[in-house]
Nanobody, 120 residues
Framework: QVQLVESGGGSVQSGGSLRLSCAASGVTYSPYCMGWFRQVPGKARERVALIDNYAVTSYGNFVKGRFTISQDNGKNTLYLQMNSLNPEDTAMYYC??????????????WGRGTQVTVSS
């Protein structure tokens, strides 16, 4: 079965950085896509970043070059490097896995989330 476990969240000041990690197991099918989403209470979930089998990446429009998604360690770990954080980035961040590619990813699996809080 697919399991996703996030870590690396925390509290930082505006302008600071965080690196989120997602330990993934069971994602042995192809094609696959993996990514990060975020959500705050009472608001819709937002797609933050995506990476697929071909290492093609894409980002939400609000990222504006501040974040980078990557994989390593045999693709068993997904990362999200976040720089220049601002209070609007405060949210629960979720790791996700799906079927497909960057062109069309059907999300199927979700982690429990890790909280990111940015203070001004």
């Amino acid at each position: 079965q697919v399991q996703l476990v996030e870590s690396g969240g925390g509290s930082v000041q505006s302008g600071g950085s965080l690196r989120l990690s997602c330990a993934a197991s069971g994602v042995t099918y192809s094609p696959y896509c993996m990514g990060w989403f975020r959500q705050v209470p009472g608001k819709a979930r937002e797609r933050v970043a995506l990476i697929d089998n071909y290492a093609v990446t894409s980002y939400g429009n609000f990222v504006k070059g501040r974040f980078t998604i990557s994989q390593d360690n045999g693709k068993n770990t997904l990362y999200l490097q976040m720089n220049s954080l601002n209070p609007e980035d405060t949210a629960m961040y979720y790791c996700a896995a799906g079927v497909g590619t960057d062109r069309l990813c059907t999300w199927k699996y979700w982690g429990r989330g890790t909280q990111v809080t940015v203070s001004s």
